[in-house]
């Protein structure tokens, strides 16, 4: 059976979890990552030099780096990528795309206004932070906007899954900020599907 390592905290090991319950994968999970379990032991720097969560364990295999383990999971499944090289290039564009733009602007804001983490008070970084984060998400907003499919590509994908989590981490902000109706609509899309509402829990944002 297929091992995760990781907290469920970790939005990270959530992409991991919900692509595995999509494809219907029996797995099992073992908590690692602060203020659990340290990663930085060796017994799992042997696993991941990096001391990171998630890594995905399968007999002798071992692979890190969530985007790599969405992608081998999808592959090996023939599931949550399309199969035409220009829309699964797409659905991969937007896969890099949560990870490498949307996710770093929020960095301050969900430390200050989610996990309420000691030295993440200061108003005006604060500010930033929703600022820098509002303008990836507008360009989010016209993607769905002008999609038809009601997801990100030519149907519900692995992006989907990246995409999501962070649109339950924005929606989980309870700040005010700007209304995106496309987003809103999709969040509500992912909410519908059962593994979507498991891992974009109101405990995990």
Do not use: C
């Not at 206004?113 to 600022?131: E, N, V, W």
């Not at 990100?152 to 981490?169: K, N, Q, T, Y």
Request: charged letters at 25%.
């Amino acid at each position: 059976m297929l091992r995760v390592l990781g907290r469920v905290t970790s939005i990270n090991v959530r992409k991991v979890l919900w692509a595995l319950d999509e494809l219907g994968l029996a797995w099992e999970r073992e908590d690692w990552g602060l203020p659990l379990r340290d990663p930085k032991v060796p017994e799992f720097l042997d696993l991941n030099p990096n001391g990171q969560v998630p890594v995905v364990v399968e007999g002798d295999f071992v692979l890190w780096e969530s985007n790599a383990i969405l992608i081998y999971l999808a592959e090996r499944e023939g599931g949550l990528l399309p199969e035409q090289l220009e829309l699964r290039a797409l659905a991969l564009q937007w896969l890099g795309w949560q990870a490498s733009e949307l996710n770093p602007p929020w960095g301050y804001a969900v430390n200050a206004l989610i996990r309420k983490t000691p030295g993440y008070d200061d108003p005006a970084r604060i500010a930033d932070s929703m600022a820098r984060w509002t303008v990836k998400m507008d360009i989010l907003e016209a993607a769905l906007a002008g999609a038809n499919t009601g997801y990100i590509g030519a149907g519900f994908s692995i992006a989907d899954i990246a995409l999501g989590l962070s649109v339950h981490r924005w929606m989980s902000i309870t700040v005010e900020k700007k209304e995106l109706p496309a987003v809103a609509d999709y969040y509500e899309r992912l909410m519908s599907r059962e593994a979507g509402a498991r891992w974009m829990a109101p405990e995990t944002p």
